[in-house]
């Protein structure tokens, strides 16, 4: 019998990677192809297709392929497009699905990132078993894939789940985020949140800090971290304020979702402790009584190199055992 | 053939309320008992399985009964329980669905009244036919139910959709909320909440108002909604903050779930246009770019007298229609 395999798709701004992986998560074969190169859509997909013939050829084709996952910015679930994605060479609304139809009768999913991490996390991850858990992904910005009743929550236009964009407080005085509103979440809890917020307390501390001499451009998120190690004040004050405001924004999150867990993924999820725990304090703080100690704020389980790949390669499986 | 009815129950703290309900939300037969009048659950029970036996006989059981639906506060789904109801005369956790064993072999489903209106809604109301919309009730708390690919969200442990206990803004400069902590969404947006808001409008004004010699205690949401008819600026003023808490908040609503409208029931939402304009106006200033206009904030078109009963009747025909 010939090894049952999906193909994941991570479709990034610089790169898109792809892998063949079987159903417990290995990687039988991956490669990838520079997304910047490809000035058109379709010319990128004869490309893409024609290297997964290949490395599907190189298995000997001793595998059976279920279907294709792809991870995309501004993917979307329902319409099977990727739209007006700022990042990618291509513009407009693109029908990524209808796209492939050339290439394969087999079944393509697309989804973004937060979401292919979600149901990654559920397929292969921390998530195993479970039927309401949100991930939530802290890299540029905050993304967030909610998993309910052992679905991907998708809503009305495939648009759901963007907690990055849900608001800090009333009232204008806020920070502006790249969505042209101010206030959102992801402007201070991400890693170019905690940028500005590292920037603001340096301002008004008097604290020496190695990191008064990086400009803005220049700060890293893995620079912030990896002072607040060495007991720099600023940057552990930063990552304190960081963790008040993603905890206070996870209590809403579980009054509206209840869910069995939180998983945090990537980026500032990598700083552990010094994001874990203000987060949980803050959490636990803003909880309904009901609630408090029962939500597990967890780190994600997939390794976050492959994250991207294996995200997308589970849409297919997660599909599969839906049907 | 005969008629498929439902039987939709409404457990209060002062009366129980029960109709003999067809798909189309007609009522066949309804009545009462005094729900304070029995302090044990057992014999409560008993007496409303009889009233319920007697009226069924009286439609000369020319109906073929599909189930009961029972809308109680702390209506717990997955459990089939009433949970430390403290407006109930009975204490702790009761096994709601497990004693009605005794009465009867139909499907009994219990839920709190906010997902009962939801799912009301749905099979009777202005939600026919939508997959994704969120009922808020604007009682003397907030409520909310939530509706994703045409099934209530329920959640991890049944608590799903508190919306108005998530939080207005971080720190603890806010006010005291009847669930222990401060600050919740409900403490601005309910009658009780617009009763505060008013009262503090008040004391910092020097404006004329009829209300000024109305009490805390006496004062109604019924009062307010008059008193902004005929011009009184600061029951105006009231409605307009009150709004846009509603509207700032249900921006991040939008945000977790993308759903095809949000609807407004009881309560407050009968103030019409004093709570609708600027809880619109400050939805759309809030929401993400690409649903301004898009998202549909409407009136319940149930009933609200008959609204409890029909939607707790309703649960029966959601679910007939889900499995």
């Given at each position: 019998?010939?090894?049952?395999?999906?193909?994941?798709?991570?479709?990034?701004?610089?790169?898109?990677?792809?892998?063949?992986i079987?159903?417990?998560?290995?990687?039988?074969?991956?490669?990838?192809?520079?997304?910047?190169?490809?000035?058109?859509?379709?010319?990128?997909?004869?490309?893409?297709?024609?290297?997964?013939?290949?490395?599907?050829?190189?298995?000997?084709?001793?595998?059976?392929?279920e279907?294709?996952?792809?991870?995309?910015?501004?993917g979307?679930?329902?319409?099977?497009?990727?739209?007006?994605?700022?990042?990618?060479?291509?513009?407009?609304?693109?029908?990524?699905?209808?796209?492939?139809?050339?290439?394969?009768?087999?079944?393509?999913?697309?989804?973004?990132?937060?979401?292919?991490?979600?149901?990654?996390?559920?397929?292969?991850?921390?998530?195993?078993?479970?039927?309401?858990?949100i991930?939530?992904?802290?890299?540029?910005?905050?993304g967030?894939?909610?998993?309910?009743?052992?679905?991907?929550?998708?809503?009305?236009?495939?648009?759901?789940?963007?907690?990055?964009?849900?608001?800090?407080?009333?009232?204008?005085?806020?920070?502006?985020?790249?969505?042209?509103?101010?206030?959102?979440?992801?402007?201070?809890?991400?890693?170019?949140?905690?940028?500005?917020?590292?920037?603001?307390?340096?301002?008004?501390s008097?604290?020496?800090?190695?990191?008064?001499?990086?400009?803005?451009?220049?700060?890293?998120?893995?620079?912030?971290?990896?002072?607040?190690?060495?007991?720099?004040?600023?940057?552990?004050?930063?990552?304190?304020?960081?963790?008040?405001?993603?905890?206070?924004?996870?209590?809403?999150?579980?009054?509206?979702f209840?869910?069995?867990?939180?998983?945090?993924?990537?980026?500032?999820?990598?700083?552990?402790?010094?994001?874990?725990?203000?987060?949980?304090?803050?959490?636990?703080?803003?909880?309904?009584?009901?609630y408090?100690?029962k939500?597990?704020?967890?780190?994600?389980?997939?390794?976050?190199?492959k994250?991207?790949?294996?995200?997308?390669?589970?849409?297919?499986?997660?599909?599969?055992?839906?049907?």
């Open positions: 019998m010939k090894k049952e395999v999906a193909i994941g798709i991570d479709i990034g701004g610089t790169n898109t990677i792809y892998g063949i079987d159903r417990e998560g290995n990687t039988l074969s991956e490669g990838m192809i520079p997304t910047k190169d490809y000035g058109e859509i379709e010319v990128f997909l004869a490309a893409l297709n024609e290297k997964v013939r290949l490395a599907l050829r190189k298995l000997n084709n001793k595998v059976s392929v279907g294709i996952g792809i991870g995309a910015p501004m979307n679930i329902i319409k099977g497009t990727i739209e007006n994605a700022v990042n990618l060479p291509w513009q407009g609304i693109i029908p990524l699905v209808d796209l492939f139809r050339q290439y394969t009768n087999l079944q393509v999913i697309v989804t973004n990132d937060a979401n292919a991490a979600a149901v990654g996390e559920m397929v292969y991850g921390g998530a195993k078993g479970m039927k309401n858990f991930v939530i992904t802290l890299g540029t910005g905050l967030s894939g909610i998993v309910v009743d052992g679905k991907l929550l998708i809503g009305e236009n495939g648009m759901a789940g963007e907690i990055g964009h849900t608001m800090i407080r009333p009232g204008a005085s806020n920070r502006e985020c790249a969505c042209g509103r101010k206030g959102c979440l992801e402007t201070y809890v991400s890693v170019s949140g905690i940028k500005r917020t590292f920037f603001k307390i340096l301002a008004d008097i604290a020496d800090s190695e990191l008064r001499n990086v400009n803005f451009n220049n700060l890293t998120g893995r620079m912030i971290y990896n002072a607040a190690k060495k007991g720099d004040v600023i940057a552990k004050t930063a990552f304190d304020h960081t963790g008040e405001m993603l905890g206070f924004k996870l209590a809403d999150v579980v009054a509206s209840n869910p069995e867990a939180i998983f945090l993924f990537g980026g500032l999820s990598l700083a552990e402790e010094f994001i874990f725990e203000p987060t949980k304090k803050a959490l636990e703080e803003h909880l309904m009584d009901h408090k100690g939500v597990s704020l967890l780190p994600s389980k997939i390794d976050s190199q994250a991207a790949v294996l995200g997308a390669s589970a849409l297919v499986w997660n599909q599969k055992e839906n049907t």
